[in-house]
């Protein structure tokens, strides 16, 4: 029995939990889930109890000796067939995308071919875990390290990429012999649902992956049990710094990333027209509901800026905003009615601020579909750096002009802001690109590439308040994160040799 059951909810319509590789029914504090193109609930989802959550790490606790001796090819071949699965269900889950989260259905099959993208490189972990051998450092003596997988780790992941970012934490992690507890967000639950029963059907050993959905009891019965030896954790810049300092606070290894503000510097030699277009795309895709959109464009000189501004204004007016299911939109809603009035807010903030709103996307109405959380594209010109909405993360189709009168001067702003995810340069002139790239206080710097996302095999992660925590997200920095490091010294004395006790510590070979 749930502590708090669902009222006049049916049932079979609530999202539950995945432990063990059984599908757990679960009718405690159902929240509801909503299509956002409608406004209309369409499921709900339980919010795991504090003792649910301790079964799905017990499952994973009771696996992980099993899976941590199983070959690493051998779970590599689990992983070619989770990505095999993966592919034919690709309609299917970004389906399920556009559904909870709303954003255009090419856009979810983009996140998602991401997401697949580190299944790819978790194909790859018998040569990643191979480790260092060194013969005869000594007389006789060898010494390698090894990476040993850490036991039971936790993922707790944002709405704006359901099935990505999820796939960021746990093929790696479970490819590393590790076992695995998911806490996807609560707003868009089906995609991380969807893919937990194909790992199933790839063969992955019940317990290895579990998922439970839920809130602050879920996430914070993570944080505190102590089978529990790492946390990935994506989302808002305070959750990050809560997960960080109760994850290390209780000893756990911890990376946690946080939100953005990612600014491009348009130099008067770029490809003006170009700029223009990768700001339209980075500025408004996904409805500015990407970690690394970009919401601030820094114009060189007042003639860029102008030719940038009235350039934007004209491209914005031919933006398509709609459902997500009609791919020749451009953009769909926002996640939820109270996100949609955060962000109409700071549209309003922007006014009273005294920035000059360019382009104002408040008064949408999609027809047909007039309870949808629709916003259009926003633009702000002369917007200084004390104003909030330059400071703070709007996360929805805001883009903001600062105007600078130098490269200085525009790195200094980049370099004074607490966010540091991303950042990129449109310019014409190596020298200032690699300076930039040189000496900007941001962790993925594009140089004429709006959305720097490195690919599976780099890692991906900010600086500053963007990132808690020493380790990117996947690539080589997730094989660092999810393994322990342990170095072995070895001598075997031959012939009988017996050895004399020595008392001055080994000396230099
Ligand atoms: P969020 O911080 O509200 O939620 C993230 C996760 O934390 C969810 O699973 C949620 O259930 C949980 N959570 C929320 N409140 C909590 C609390 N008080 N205690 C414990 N857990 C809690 O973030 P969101 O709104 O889902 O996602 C948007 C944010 O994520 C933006 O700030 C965006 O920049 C950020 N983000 C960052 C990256 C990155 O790589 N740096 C990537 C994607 C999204």
């Known amino acids: 029995m749930s502590a708090s059951p669902a009222k006049n909810i049916d049932t079979a319509e609530i999202v539950g939990h995945f432990i063990n590789n059984v599908d757990v029914a679960d009718d405690n504090r159902p929240q509801p889930i909503c299509n956002p193109a409608t406004g209309k609930v369409t499921r709900h989802v339980a919010m795991a109890s504090k003792a649910t959550v301790e079964n799905a790490i017990a499952a994973a606790q009771a696996a992980f000796p099993a899976w941590r001796n199983t070959p690493p090819a051998k779970r590599a071949r689990i992983m070619f067939r989770f990505k095999q699965l993966l592919e034919e269900h690709a309609d299917e889950i970004a389906a399920a995308i556009t559904n909870e989260h709303g954003k255009v259905f090419d856009d979810a099959m983009g996140e998602f071919g991401r997401g697949v993208e580190v299944v790819d490189y978790a194909c790859g972990i018998p040569e990643l875990l191979k480790g260092e051998y060194s013969k005869n450092v000594g007389p006789g003596i060898d010494s390698w390290s090894d990476f040993q997988p850490l036991g039971v780790v936790a993922g707790i992941t944002p709405f704006n990429f359901p099935a990505m970012v999820p796939m960021w934490m746990y093929p790696m992690a479970i490819a590393c012999g590790n076992t695995f507890v998911l806490k996807p967000s609560e707003k868009d639950p089906t995609a991380p649902m969807l893919a937990a029963r194909l790992l199933r059907e790839a063969g992955l050993p019940a317990g290895v992956f579990n998922l439970v959905n839920g809130d602050k009891e879920a996430v914070d019965t993570l944080l505190n049990d102590s089978r529990v030896q790492a946390i990935s954790f994506v989302g808002s810049t305070p959750i990050a710094e809560y997960i960080y300092t109760t994850g290390t606070k209780n000893g756990k290894r911890v990376q946690a990333l946080g939100g953005a503000k990612n600014h491009a510097v348009v130099m008067p030699d770029a490809d003006i027209d170009n700029a223009v277009n990768a700001l339209i795309g980075a500025a408004y895709g996904s409805c500015g509901e990407r970690c690394m959109a970009i919401s601030v464009a820094v114009c060189v000189g007042d003639e860029v800026a102008d030719s940038i501004v009235s350039k934007l204004k004209a491209e914005i007016a031919g933006l398509k905003v709609g459902t997500g299911t009609d791919t020749s939109n451009h953009m769909g809603p926002l996640i939820t009615k109270a996100h949609y009035d955060k962000v109409r807010g700071y ?9 000059d709103l360019v382009a104002d996307g408040r008064g949408l109405v999609v027809d047909g579909h007039e309870d949808g959380f629709f916003i259009g594209p926003c633009l702000f010109d002369r917007v200084t750096s004390d104003m909030r909405i330059y400071n703070e993360e709007i996360f929805g189709p805001v883009l903001c002009v600062v105007r600078a009168e130098s490269e200085e001067q ?3 702003l980049i370099n004074d ?6 950042t990129c340069i449109f310019t014409r002139d190596g020298e200032a690109a690699r300076y930039f790239a040189d000496n900007i206080q941001v962790g993925m710097v594009g140089i004429n590439v709006p959305l720097p996302v490195p690919v599976s095999y780099h890692s991906f992660g900010g600086w500053k308040r963007s990132l808690f925590g020493d ?9 660092r994160f999810y393994t322990r490091r342990k170095t072995i010294t070895q001598r075997w004395p031959s012939g009988g040799v017996r050895e004399k006790a020595q008392f001055s510590f080994p000396g230099r070979q």
């Open 347 to 355: 549209v309003d903030l922007g006014i009273e601020e005294g920035a």
């Open 410 to 412: 525009a790195m200094q």
């Open 417 to 422: 802001h607490e966010y540091g995810n991303g």
């Open 471 to 479: 380790l990117f997200a996947y690539g080589p920095d997730s094989v």
